[in-house]
């Protein structure tokens, strides 16, 4: 895709993003914790304390920590030890997921889409990620989480700003009789809003100042060769890991084609193997995964 036609789709999703009210106001202390992972002096004290400001938050946090998704020898009771068990990288991202899950709600649109479906989805790409980034023997799993928790947020983007135009996308698709969609999603969306979910998701990324490899995982999940080779891996890990994810079902409407090319096993430095044992991981994973981050 030329820049010139990027530049004109990354107009119309800012400019969406920009008149956004409660999507795009993340709480403040969620805002404070993507500061303090882009802020290479951020300490352990400072993470603790801005989780301490929120009562809720940090119940959520205890409770993803303690899962079994984590499958800790014991029950940890402060953040403080949830620090040191898994590091701060790991909790800060575990803080951001805990506090997205409120931004998917939006109830059932029309036949075809449900946010809290987009909402199991997400948590599924989420988990495969977090699976295939440890099979892969990358030391990202919480930020491939994240990824995966975030790819498709563009289209709760297009669900708030305009509710009709994301309907006629849906109005729009034609399916198989298993649910497939028959024709490309992005293309439908761009042809109602003037841009896809990729872009809504990428300018929202931008809005709320959340790492590049975010944005990356929100912008190519569907393209990985079009971003630049540093960031590929997130792509490629997400692209992946939402192909693995809708075997087990779900939203799938902007899957068409459910190969994994040649580039990703490169990209990823992954195997047919590996792929295998993440799927015979999943079904377990995702309960967990569910359990502990339900909306």
Request: proline content about 3%; glycine content about 8%; charged content about 20%.
């Amino acid at each position: 895709m030329h820049a010139q036609t990027h530049d004109a789709y990354m107009q119309v999703a800012n400019a969406a993003v920009k008149q956004l009210s409660h999507i795009a106001t993340l709480p403040e202390v969620t805002l404070g914790i993507i500061e303090l992972v882009e802020d290479p002096n951020s300490s352990a004290q400072d993470l603790n304390e801005l989780i301490g400001r929120d009562p809720a938050l940090s119940a959520r946090v205890l409770k993803v920590v303690n899962s079994a998704f984590y499958g800790l020898p014991r029950q940890i009771g402060s953040i403080n030890r949830a620090i040191s068990m898994l590091g701060l990288n790991a909790v800060k991202n575990i803080a951001i997921a805990a506090s997205l899950a409120k931004l998917f709600r939006g109830g059932a649109l029309c036949d075809r889409f449900d946010a809290k479906e987009l909402w199991d989805h997400s948590i599924a790409v989420a988990t495969a990620a977090r699976l295939l980034a440890r099979e892969a023997r990358m030391s990202s799993g919480d930020e491939a989480f994240l990824g995966g928790l975030m790819h498709d947020i563009g289209i709760m983007v297009e669900l708030q700003s305009d509710r009709a135009k994301l309907v006629k996308v849906f109005g729009d698709m034609q399916f198989d009789g298993c649910g497939r969609p028959l024709i490309d999603f992005r293309m439908a969306e761009r042809a109602v809003f003037g841009a896809d979910h990729c872009h809504f998701g990428e300018a929202l990324c931008e809005q709320w100042k959340f790492p590049r490899s975010l944005a990356v995982a929100c912008a190519h999940h569907h393209d990985p060769m079009a971003c630049p080779a540093e960031s590929r891996q997130i792509a490629w890990l997400i692209f992946v890991a939402e192909r693995l994810a809708t075997e087990q079902g779900g939203f799938q409407a902007d899957i068409v084609d459910r190969s994994i090319p040649r580039g990703a096993f490169e990209s990823l430095g992954i195997s047919e193997a590996n792929l295998a044992s993440v799927r015979s991981q999943l079904g377990e994973k995702l309960a967990e995964a569910q359990a502990t981050l339900a909306a």
